[in-house]
């Protein structure tokens, strides 16, 4: 699937910065699991500089793109690396799906967003919808904070 890059500084807190890469690696994957985006198998290592792979099987492209940024969307998270995620055998709706990555920056609102990607700012309960493990609350978005708008 590639790489991704992030905000270190920003994002969901959930370790600190002097925990050691395993107990890192233990609590991303845990965070990502919490929301079962539809990973099996799912594996998650994280390096001093912040470059987290994750690897396994996903159900679906939504899978695969919300498990991507909830890791991305973590503090001290640079990259995360998904090479070794791949698609469950007859998958086939990655080519139909048109997705497209934003990153929030200060000012924006999710009207502004859904206004600028859909023509109509109404539509910033798709967004909500489409990014439910990243964006707990409509209210809550943060500059440097990534996203996917779904077309």
Same mark, same amino acid.
């Given at each position: ?57 996903a159900t679906s492209a939504d899978?695969?793109?919300? *498990?991507?940024?909830?890791? @991305? $969307?973590?503090?001290?998270? #640079?990259?995360?690396?998904? +090479?070794? &995620? ?27 967003? *859904?206004?600028?990607?859909? @023509? $109509?700012?109404?539509?910033? #309960?798709?967004?909500?919808? +489409?990014? &439910? ?19």
């Amino acid at each position: 699937m590639g790489l991704f890059d992030f905000i270190k500084d920003y994002g969901k807190k959930i370790f600190s910065s002097d925990e050691d890469t395993t107990a890192a690696s233990d609590k991303i994957k845990s965070e990502i699991e919490s929301d079962n985006p539809g990973i099996d198998g799912l594996t998650v290592s994280k390096d001093e500089d912040g470059n987290v792979t994750i690897s396994g099987t996903a159900t679906s492209a939504d899978a695969m793109q919300k *498990a991507v940024l909830m890791a @991305g $969307n973590i503090q001290g998270v #640079t990259n995360v690396i998904a +090479d070794d &995620l791949v698609m469950a055998e007859g998958s086939d709706d990655l080519v139909s799906v048109e997705v497209e990555y934003y990153t929030i920056v200060k000012g924006d609102t999710l009207w502004a967003i *859904a206004t600028k990607f859909y @023509g $109509n700012g109404a539509k910033y #309960t798709k967004i909500v919808e +489409d990014n &439910l493990e990243v964006i707990k609350d409509a209210d809550k978005i943060y500059p440097g904070q990534k996203i996917r708008i779904v077309k």
